[in-house]
């Protein structure tokens, strides 16, 4: 194929990915966008295959089956509530495959035109460090957070004496090996690269903590798309760049949204330190306060009398695997000609988007479920606020308490709903570690118990 | 009347001449010009860098503006489209993979290309596995 042809492709290649994007502006025409990425992807690796330098197909065709074999059954049998673990495992590989395509580069630059082993011009060196550094702190920093996650390690920030130190030292570290391979070429200097970037990536990533995920998972999303870049920056390929370019802008943007929803700045988040499993409330301070606690039973009496109920969804909600039969007793709801509505915070859940994905494959209709600034202030004319699995997000200690840690980020008001029912398993605090004072309003009503038992208990007693 | 309408016309025909061959000569020495930049460019690299550096900042801009768009009911699928498309590095890995001879470079190529598919199948497919449940549902 010749060169001008192939460029072209390429630049097919990169608009198809914009318009998948770009159909993500709604759900009806998302899923036309997803075909646009695929036909991208396509056409992307189709020009490659046809380019001079590819002469030998198996060894490529193996790994095209082996990998589209492990992803399609990986992606095939995830759970929905398992999502953000899966994004963060899938951010690490992009990252490890940016390494590798950088150190085949290194030592067989004839094969991308960028001169011979040991003679790369210095321009494409700084590109490939650049893109490899990147792809190496990705790869170490997503298995942090996939570990994370999953539960393998504890939420909880892991932090030491002198860390901001150590990490400074080792970002001065990477930029002085990256000088020193462009003088040298030494393939000892790209190892040490790729070795200083892992250490990084892990103590980048180790003390945030467990609720800050949506932000790392958007950051570490973010640096595979700069990965991608720096890597089509030394190949010249312009998909690459272009590619990297959307999706590390895209990454960015998921950031600074999430931050939004915390009313915290990206350094604090990365900074870290914050959240992860804090102790309750002081007992004492517990004991002089009353708690209304209600059964199933007193919580279906109340919404069969409601006018509408808005439902909010949170963490919990996922880790109890709630959203069925949070769905069948909203559905009881609409039957007894009750509206029910859904409000999600930015931040609920531990990826951006994460508790939409749920209630979608609980098959709640899209559109009945709303953005904080939409529904914000229907909370007034409700007379139920049913709150599952949330806490800080509805903690108005972010409103009224300036010595609050979360104050000044945008809350749900659902202290405003004429009753809040508040499904939680104990009177602990959230995630912030503090302690929520719509517990002990007087139009609070506690359901102790696992989220799903009690939306189970709420249908039987509907019946 | 007539006659001087002519000549003023004649005259403005040979300025325009004059100009449009003026102009022909410029265009020839941005011709050449942007030859030897080019050919310069191919030797050197520093101009190859700023073209790519272009339609990296471009490419910046359109994602910027793009994904502002995207509903935040879906940033689920975005972040799952996203991490399906920038396993687009795969085109590094196949040309890395492709030659005849097996050398270091090619085994590296090949682990990379396992990697990339494994991001790619599964990246859009769990995309496509989010974007099914978003349906809106009959209203009754």
Not at chain 1, 85 to 98: D, I, P
Not at chain 1, 177 to 200: E, G, N, T
Not at chain 2, 1 to 7: F, I, L, R, Y
Request: aromatic letters at 8%.
């Amino acid at each position: 194929m010749s060169h001008n042809l192939s460029a072209v492709a390429y630049l097919v290649a990169s608009i198809c990915f914009i318009m998948a994007l770009r159909g993500l502006s709604s759900p009806v025409t998302a899923r036309a966008g997803n075909l646009y990425g695929v036909i991208g992807m396509v056409i992307a690796i189709a020009t490659t295959l046809a380019s001079p330098g590819v002469l030998s197909y198996w060894m490529i065709l193996i790994g095209v089956l082996i990998g589209g074999s492990i992803g399609t059954v990986v992606a095939l049998r995830i759970q929905m509530t398992a999502l953000p673990q899966l994004v963060a495992a899938y951010h690490s590989l992009v990252g490890l495959a940016a390494v590798f395509v950088a150190a085949a580069a290194f030592y067989q630059p004839s094969a991308y035109g960028i001169g011979t082993f040991g003679q790369i011009p210095v321009g494409s060196l700084v590109e490939m460090s650049i893109g490899t550094a990147i792809g190496a702190v990705t790869f170490t920093g997503s298995i942090i957070a996939f570990g994370k996650l999953q539960g393998i390690m504890s939420g909880a920030p892991i932090v030491f004496p002198g860390q901001h130190a150590l990490n400074a030292l080792l970002g001065i570290a990477l930029i002085s090996l990256v000088a020193w391979m462009c003088v040298d070429q030494s393939p000892m200097y790209f190892w040490l690269i790729v070795i200083v970037a892992f250490v990084l990536g892990v103590l980048i990533i180790i003390p945030i903590g467990g609720a800050d995920m949506p932000v790392v998972i958007s950051m570490l999303n973010s640096y595979s798309g700069w990965a991608a870049c720096g890597i089509g920056f030394t190949l010249g390929n312009t998909a690459l760049i272009i590619t990297g370019a959307l999706v590390g802008s895209s990454g960015a943007i998921l950031s600074y949204i999430m931050c939004k929803g915390m009313n915290r700045s990206f350094f604090s988040v990365i900074l870290g330190g914050f959240g992860g499993e804090s102790a309750g409330p002081d007992a004492a301070m517990l004991k002089d306060r009353t708690v209304r606690s209600g059964s199933a039973e007193d919580a279906a009496f109340i919404m069969k009398n409601a006018g509408s109920v808005i439902i909010v969804p949170g963490y919990g909600m996922a880790v109890a695997q709630a959203q069925h039969a949070l769905r069948e007793m909203a559905d009881m709801l609409k039957k007894e000609g009750i509206t029910v509505r859904y409000a999600i915070h930015p931040v609920a859940g531990r990826m951006p988007g994460h508790m939409n994905v749920l209630l979608a494959e609980a098959n709640v209709p899209y559109d009945e479920v709303f953005e904080l600034d939409e529904i914000n202030r229907d909370f007034a004319g409700a007379d139920v606020a049913f709150v599952i699995g949330a806490n800080d997000v509805t903690n108005p200690a972010a409103k009224n308490d300036p010595a609050s840690p979360i104050y000044g980020m945008p809350i749900l008001d659902v202290e405003r709903a004429g009753t809040v029912l508040f499904i939680k398993r104990s009177l602990g605090s959230g995630y912030a570690g503090i302690e929520n004072e719509l517990f002990f309003r007087d139009n609070t009503m506690m359901l102790f118990a696992d989220a799903k038992k009690m939306c189970e208990d709420i249908v039987k007693a509907l019946e | 009347m007539t006659g001087m309408q002519a000549e003023e016309l004649v005259r403005k025909a040979e300025e325009l001449a004059r100009k449009s061959a003026e102009l022909a000569q410029q265009a020839d020495t941005l011709l050449q010009e942007a030859t030897r930049v080019t050919v310069a460019g191919a030797s050197g690299g520093g101009d190859q860098f700023i073209f790519l550096f272009s339609i990296f900042v471009l490419a910046v801009f359109v994602g910027y503006y793009v994904v502002w768009n995207v509903t935040p009911a879906l940033h689920s699928p975005l972040m799952g489209v996203t991490n399906a498309i920038s396993s687009v590095i795969i085109v590094g890995a196949l040309i890395a993979a492709g030659p005849a001879d097996i050398s270091l470079s090619k085994v590296f190529g090949f682990v990379a290309v396992v990697l990339a598919s494994i991001n790619i199948f599964g990246g859009f497919i769990v995309t496509q596995r989010m974007l099914q449940m978003f349906k809106r549902k009959p209203k009754k």
